[in-house]
């Protein structure tokens, strides 16, 4: 998922109460080539919140760790 994916996604559940974005979690996949791909930084899920905010009034960030 792409941020500008958000935006659809949030465009077709308009009016929804709440949206919830989670990081990705690369440690325990059903597929090994899955190990390979990393979560988005927190920046980038904090984008994706943003977007979301445009369409539904509640969105929560779930498992995000703030890499500094």
Not at 44 to 58: G, Q, R
Request: hydrophobic share 35%; aromatic share 10%; glycine share 4%.
């Amino acid at each position: 998922v792409e941020e500008k994916d958000i935006e659809k996604i949030c465009g077709i559940i308009k009016g929804a109460k709440k949206y919830i974005l989670q990081q990705y979690s690369n440690e325990n996949t059903y597929k090994k080539m899955m190990q390979a791909i990393g979560p988005y930084p927190y920046e980038t899920i904090e984008n994706m919140a943003e977007t979301a905010k445009k369409y539904i009034p509640a969105v929560k960030i779930y498992n995000v760790e703030k890499v500094v």
